[in-house]
């Protein structure tokens, strides 16, 4: 590979050709700021816009600053990161983009947590010339169920429209209007609920300040612990241990699945549950829907879709009722797990306390902000009382967690309440992509043959690739297998389906980058995907630490069948567990 | 019309299209060219210029002379009628009274064309009545 | 075929058609014909003279006679007077404001005596939508010269050599464009036309568009050969009606003759060309957002590189020059490079075109040798300043450039000249400004623009150009401090300094070549609250002259804010705080006893 | 951006798709395509949007980012005369701002605005090259050039009946 020799700050550095300035310098140990530069490697996203200019530097001979996030380097070029002249031009152009940006950052959600605070503090910006005159770009604030766009905030880094374009392929977003009063907006600049989001949140994981972040339900939640006519349930979903100790200064990929059960605890939940135990419920429904129409297939019924699409994450759901109707009678007609969790929470487990549905008050801790959605949807609701009351993220707890002065790191390890606290292996590998169909397979596998797995753990699902695809042997017969993960592999796999250009049996989709522990609730990454990865390992490690692995082991999914549901799919399951798709695309709407 | 299918269909197009401009192209730069100036006042246009006029433009051309006629208003010598001027390049104008086709095709062979003087010179007293 | 005796050359530019060109051709034809000359007069609409302070402009040919301002009612008599009796019609024609004569030949006004015109040499000469009146003037024979006689290597060497730099602006050597371009391997590339022309006051792409389309499509034809591309596009600005129409005369004529399409003159080289339009967004000028708008999307720039010549239109190397640039190849060509960089200075070949507009008595297009000074193009060419006011500076360059002013009169315009004067050359509009406008005021209108136009994609651009204006605001009403002069400087170089693209790049330097030409008119407006040139609204006062003052009260009678007191037959008085500086008492006053300070 | 309700019949909804599919729906005509629908339909309502996106192929927030990026595209229906006044810089300093300003004042709205009665909009361009006219003003197609603030109710008056 061809090298380039180069000078950065005096300090002589070797790259391979086609590396930028900013990464030759990163390499140098020298830190170089940047705003709207992201790159998602594994990922293969890189937002480049080159539109902050906060990361100019000095080469030598050119006319003006070069922005070295997407400047590449050159044989002989001299540069100088941190000269007079650029430190000024950064200074101003920080003041630049303060001055057309809302001091409040008091309240403003993204406080401590923000890259542009981070920057105005770090260049020490004290004061904002003419801030009393200067005129400021205001938009109209959008409250979606999930998400809040305040674009007074936003800095125009389009790492948003990236996010929702090229990677999630949804088109919810786009750069509109012009100069001064340009922005990142969904169409005819409406609320994200006129569009096609699917609240996957993936705009918010990214979003720098303040412009983009989730509804926040920690209010609610305190409001129904202080209320003592309510019952309060807490729920929590696989990925959420796997990242939330990162909020605590907790190196990425530590499980702290005692100490949040802990958390809960002292904050005061009456029941602190856990989502994995509806994850096996999922899996009973959602292995029996699958053996039920492969068996109809293999018996030639040529009525029956296939291959069947799981149905676990709402941003996925949002995702087909927007951009593939006609194919509404392929997704599992399974609820996610999160909504078989409030279903049971509110008739089995009300009847077992004797209490009515409206006492009980149900919060899922979610790493998704397309669940804040979900519950809500009119589906989930019984007479207008929701299944789940409201969902709030990763984030949202651990605020909580220090709202509620809980020294987490300290906290012993604690177990969740039965019955719905009980979960297995297969469960918690829901978080990450591929995990939903893995699980699947052990249970599946076993009904079908009859025969118990000699290897629980199939490696062959696992992984960061977008698309992946393999086949399991089912005892002689050989089930073919897709897994995507982010929206636009979910898109590409979708159209092959589509065309009948594919032989699949099962797919698992799931709308965020490495499953659900990429979510849109999940603790900023800030732009380093090794994050990910770490979450992903501990997921996996959760599982092999299980002693059951297999959903359809969980003696208390067993004892829920017995005593409430009889057997999979039977009528109170199809009631009580499964759901129905709506058209959401927008048809000839026209006279 | 055809298609120019090489550099010498344009060549040959273009020499048969010059004509079209050609009286635009002399006109921006008369000095190197013949002029002819025509009297075509009611006087000449009585006398008959127009006729001499058509003559000399289509027999300039087929003699290959480059030339501008234009025609101008009454000289003064309406007596003469049709008179023309003759201008060569580089020298003083002529003026030539009763011009018919036939002197007309005398002027263009022995003054225009060799610089002999001919008869029927009017001498040059007067300006153009513009 | 009829053979024409005169022809009558009628000008179709927007400026005249905007005056009824158009009825004038009507009326030319209806009277010849009644008049029984219609076989003997041909009528040629053509592209613009150049000369649109005095439009319409009708020329009659041999007799190379230039009838100016013509009305619809004079064809009559320029008909029955010169067309049928030779009498040339002196009212319609110039009159040298020096010597008050009547000029009948263009060659002689002072308008037209500096000229020389490379890239208008059709305009006003051939009727643009007649391919065969192109041919007539060689046209098509440069690109049928080098299929035939160079390679691609030779012709680039050819506009090399000729040092013709890009007219759009940035005056990048065209050749070395070409061979950047011509040696990027891809399956498909481009050539573009950036006919967006989106400097206001600069017309020039729009008039060569509309009086020699053929030229353009000639030379794109000649660059694809150079460059290896069989594709060319136009990018052009909607708000050009005619030039679209004549452009798409003009291709169709060309394919009709094989001029453009597969095989070209048998040389085996297929090129054909297609339209694009623009739809108002002066950032597109800017190439990266160009090609942008080319696929259809937000004409956003992006970071250069990659340029175009590697990575442009759909990822195939682009090659994009402007119009006027494209439009002086084949004269090149034809005649040689040598000849070409005889013209101009030194680094600027050839010629120029200007739109010559502001206060200025002969607004229009004209073109110069590089290296003409401003006082032989404003005053011998434009005519000198409009009400014999005194002349202040001239913008040139747009948006984008700056001003010169009195120093710089003598000094030859060129590319690095206008640069080191702290202008630039831009498209070549230039605005000539005279005593009475205010320079701050008017770097506040080009910020205005500025601002408007901005794609609001990098931060420097669109939020600093926003605070240069209201900083500049500041200044005119009176509010403007000298911590804010010192801010306005350190902005603009920073704005200069950091944004993304030309447009931002260059958006301050109106403030900054009128902070270092006219700094004393920004002192005092911040220290004397006073705007020297009267424009500036918030600084001007009413005064009455107790002296001249006779105590009429028509003053206070017609003040609609009650604004004036005083005793009738005494001296009234003006409440500053409250007048609204209408101008109402001024006009009403008999004893001119009302002033402005 | 504000703007207006409309409901499309069938025969609009099919003229839109025929513009599209005279490019092709190819994703890189949009421009192209939003010229011929706004020449057609005088404006660009959202439903028109709606029908090239889903024609083109492409999102609605990517056809709605072209649409507000460029000043020749407007989601609000022109006046019947839509009077445009020239504020290039010839027009500028040869005072075009009064003769705007003038417009404004007779009739009573601001630039990118339509009278009430649908009769008028008044708006600004960049530079139509009419600089020897200047200032200058388009109503419709006519072009009116050295318009003085006097002579705007002139230009009014030939259109108010």
């Avoid at chain 1, 409250?143 to 800095?155: A, E, L, N, T």
């Avoid at chain 1, 030639?300 to 879709?305: I, L």
């Avoid at chain 3, 080289?269 to 708008?293: K, N, Q």
């Avoid at chain 3, 170089?493 to 301050?508: A, E, M, R, W």
């Amino acid at each position: 590979m061809e090298t380039i020799k180069l000078t950065i700050d005096n300090k002589p550095v070797e790259v391979p050709a086609g590396t930028s300035v900013y990464q030759a310098a990163k390499n140098l140990g020298i830190d170089i700021p940047v705003l709207c530069y992201m790159n998602l490697h594994d990922l293969g996203i890189e937002n480049k816009p080159a539109g902050c200019r906060i990361c100019v530097v000095e080469v030598e001979g050119r006319r003006n600053l070069a922005p070295s996030c997407s400047t590449t380097c050159a044989n002989g070029m001299v540069v100088k990161t941190h000269s007079t002249r650029v430190i000024n031009a950064r200074r101003t152009v920080m003041e630049l983009i303060l001055s057309d940006h809302p001091k409040d950052c008091l309240t403003c959600p993204k406080s401590g947590n923000c890259d542009l605070q981070d920057m105005a503090v770090k260049m020490g910006v004290r004061n904002i010339p003419g801030q009393a005159y200067a005129e400021m770009s205001t938009y109209k604030t959008d409250f979606s169920p999930s998400i809040i766009r305040d674009m007074d905030k936003c800095i125009m880094c389009r790492r948003c429209e990236t996010m929702c374009n090229d990677f999630q392929t949804v088109g919810a977003l786009s750069g509109v209007n012009r100069g001064f009063s340009a922005v990142v907006a969904p169409a005819f600049e409406q609320d994200l609920e006129k569009s096609p989001c699917t609240y996957c949140g993936q705009c918010v994981a990214v979003c720098p300040t303040g412009a983009l972040t989730e509804v926040d339900h920690t209010p609610k939640v305190i409001r129904a612990l202080a209320d003592p006519t309510k019952t309060v349930l807490v729920q929590t979903a696989p990925a959420v241990r796997a990242a939330l100790g990162e909020e605590f200064g907790l190196e990425a990929g530590t499980s702290v699945t005692g100490k949040m059960v802990a958390a809960l605890r002292q904050i005061g939940f009456d029941y602190i549950f856990d989502t994995d135990f509806a994850a096996d419920l999922t899996i009973m429904e959602e292995g029996t829907e699958l053996l039920t129409r492969l068996g109809k297939h293999l018996s030639g019924d040529k009525d029956v879709k296939l291959p069947i699409l799981t149905s676990c994450c709402p941003g996925w759901v949002g995702f087909f009722e927007h951009n593939y109707s006609d194919m509404l009678d392929v997704p599992s007609t399974a609820k996610s797990p999160q909504q078989m969790f409030g279903a049971i929470a509110k008739s089995y487990f009300a009847e077992k306390l004797g209490k009515k549905r409206e006492e009980l008050v149900v919060i899922s801790v979610m790493p998704c902000l397309a669940k804040k959605y979900e519950c809500q949807r009119d589906e989930f609701k019984v007479d207008g009382n929701p299944d789940v009351d409201f969902s709030i993220s990763t984030r949202e707890l651990a605020h909580l967690i220090k709202e509620f002065n809980i020294n987490f790191n300290e906290l012993a390890d604690e177990d969740f309440d039965r019955p719905m606290g009980e979960s297995t292996g297969a469960s918690v590998i829901f978080g990450a992509t591929g995990g939903v169909i893995e699980a699947a397979t052990r249970t599946a596998y076993e009904i079908h043959t009859g025969k118990k797995l000699e290897k629980v753990d199939f490696h062959e699902l696992r992984g960061m690739e977008g698309i992946r695809s393999a086949t399991i042997d089912f005892n002689g017969l050989p089930i073919n297998i897709g897994i995507a993960h982010g929206l636009g592999n979910a898109r590409k796999l979708l159209d092959q389906v589509r065309a009948g250009k594919t032989n699949y049996h099962a797919i698992e989709i799931m709308a965020c980058p490495g499953g659900c522990i990429g979510g849109g609730g999940q603790p900023l990454h800030h732009g380093d995907t090794s994050v990910l990865k770490a979450r992903t390992k501990a997921i996996y490690s959760e599982d092999t630490n299980k002693v059951i692995r297999k959903s359809h082991e969980n003696p208390y999914i067993i004892k829920l069948y017995e005593e409430f549901l009889g057997k999979p799919m039977s009528h109170k399951a199809h009631e009580l567990l499964h759901t129905h798709y709506f058209d959401k695309s927008s048809k000839d709407i026209f006279i | 019309m055809a298609k120019i299918k090489s550099l010498d269909d344009l060549r040959m197009m273009k020499e048969s299209l010059q004509s079209k401009i050609n009286l635009r192209e002399k006109g921006e730069d008369p000095g190197s060219h013949v002029q002819i100036k025509v009297a075509m006042a009611t006087c000449g246009i009585a006398s008959g210029a127009k006729t001499v006029m058509e003559f000399m433009m289509e027999e300039l051309e087929k003699r290959g002379i480059e030339s501008v006629i234009t025609q101008t208003g009454c000289m003064g010598y309406c007596f003469a009628e049709p008179t023309i001027e003759v201008k060569l390049p580089g020298k003083e104008p002529v003026v030539f009274g009763y011009v018919d086709n036939k002197k007309a095709d005398e002027i263009i062979e022995k003054y225009i064309k060799n610089g002999e003087l001919v008869d029927g010179i009017i001498p040059m007293n007067y300006e153009t009545i513009e | 075929m009829a053979k024409y005796k005169m022809h009558v050359l009628v000008c179709g530019g927007t400026g005249c058609k905007a005056s009824a060109s158009d009825s004038i051709i009507e009326k030319f034809k209806s009277e010849l014909t009644a008049k029984g000359l219609d076989n003997e007069v041909q009528v040629i609409l053509t592209g613009c003279f150049g000369f649109c302070e005095k439009g319409p402009i009708v020329k009659v040919l041999p007799d190379n006679t230039f009838y100016t301002q013509v009305k619809p009612e004079d064809v009559a008599e320029i008909v029955a007077e010169h067309l049928v009796k030779g009498r040339k019609v002196n009212r319609l024609l110039y009159v040298d404001p020096k010597s008050n004569e009547h000029v009948s030949d263009s060659k002689h006004m002072g308008f037209y005596r500096k000229q020389i015109r490379i890239a208008l040499r059709n305009c006003g000469f051939i009727n643009p939508e007649n391919i065969d009146e192109y041919i007539a003037r060689d046209g098509y024979y440069a690109i049928g010269k080098v299929l035939k006689e160079y390679t691609p290597a030779q012709t680039i060497d050819i506009i090399k050599k000729s040092g013709l730099r890009g007219r759009g602006g940035g005056g990048f050597p065209t050749g070395l464009k070409w061979e950047i371009a011509s040696k990027n391997a891809a399956d498909q590339k481009y050539v573009v036309c950036n006919a967006d022309e989106g400097d206001p006051g600069a017309f020039m792409d729009r008039s060569v568009l509309e009086g020699d389309p053929h030229s353009v499509l000639e030379a794109m034809a000649i660059c694809g050969y150079c460059i290896g591309a069989t594709k060319g596009v136009i990018y052009i600005r909607a708000e050009y009606p005619l030039a679209i129409t004549r452009l798409k005369i003009a291709i169709d004529q060309a394919r009709e003759y094989g001029l453009l399409g597969k095989d070209i003159m048998g040389s085996g080289f297929d090129f054909d060309i297609t339209l694009r339009y623009g739809a108002g967004a002066f950032v597109c000028g800017e190439e990266t957002s160009l090609i942008h708008s080319m696929e259809g999307l937000r004409g956003e720039p992006t970071n250069k590189p990659p340029f175009p010549a590697e990575s442009g239109y759909l990822g195939k190397p682009t090659n994009v020059n402007n119009v006027e640039t494209f439009a002086s190849v084949p004269v090149i060509i034809l005649k040689g490079a040598e000849w070409f960089a005889s013209i101009g200075t030194e680094k600027s070949k050839g010629t120029k075109v200007f739109a010559l507009a502001g206060k200025i008595n002969n607004v229009g297009l004209i073109e110069v040798p590089m290296g003409t000074t401003l006082r032989e193009v404003i005053f011998e060419i434009g005519g000198g300043i409009k009400n014999g006011k005194k002349f202040k500076a001239a913008q040139t360059g747009g948006p984008s450039g700056g001003c010169l002013t009195e120093k710089h009169l003598d000094t030859p315009i060129d590319f690095d000249n206008l640069i080191a004067a702290g202008s630039m050359m831009g498209s070549g509009g230039m605005i000539v400004m005279d005593e009475d406008d205010c320079m701050v005021s008017i770097a506040k209108f080009f910020l205005d623009f500025t601002v408007e136009e901005s794609c609001g994609k990098c931060a420097p651009c669109r939020i600093g150009n926003k605070r240069l204006y209201e900083i500049l605001e500041r200044i005119t009403n009176g509010e403007g401090t000298m911590e804010e002069l010192e801010r306005l400087r350190n902005l603009s170089l920073v704005i200069k300094d950091t944004s993304l693209c030309g447009l931002g790049q260059t958006s301050p330097n109106p403030v900054l070549s009128t902070m270092d030409n006219f700094y004393h008119e920004y002192l005092a407006h911040v220290n004397d609250k006073k705007c020297p040139a009267g424009q500036c609204k918030s600084l001007m006062q009413y005064v009455i002259e107790p002296e001249a003052c006779v105590g009429c009260t028509a003053c206070a009678r017609n003040c609609p804010v009650n604004a004036i007191t005083g005793e009738r037959k005494k001296p009234h008085v003006i409440d500053t705080a409250i007048c609204i500086k209408c101008g109402a008492c001024i006009e009403k006053c008999k004893f001119n006893a009302i002033s402005i300070k | 951006m504000s703007h207006i309700k409309v409901e499309l019949k069938k025969e609009q909804v099919a003229k839109i798709k025929d513009i599209c599919k005279s490019f092709n729906n190819e994703a890189g005509e949009l421009i192209n395509v939003l010229h011929k629908t706004q020449e057609s339909f005088g404006y660009l309502p959202a439903e028109v949007q709606e029908v090239i996106a889903r024609e083109l192929n492409v999102s609605v927030a990517k056809v709605y980012g072209v649409v507000t990026f460029y000043s020749f595209f407007t989601m609000i229906p022109k006046g019947k005369h839509p009077i445009s006044i020239c504020t290039g810089t010839a027009c500028y300093v040869r005072g075009a701002e009064k003769v705007l300003d003038e417009f404004k004042r007779i009739l009573d709205v601001k630039v990118g605005e339509t009278t009430p009665d649908g009769k008028f909009s008044l708006s600004c361009l960049r530079c139509v090259g009419a600089c020897g006219l200047a200032p200058v003003v388009m109503v419709g197609e006519k072009v009116y050039g050295r318009v003085s603030p006097d002579g705007v109710k002139d230009i009014i008056k030939e259109y108010e009946q």
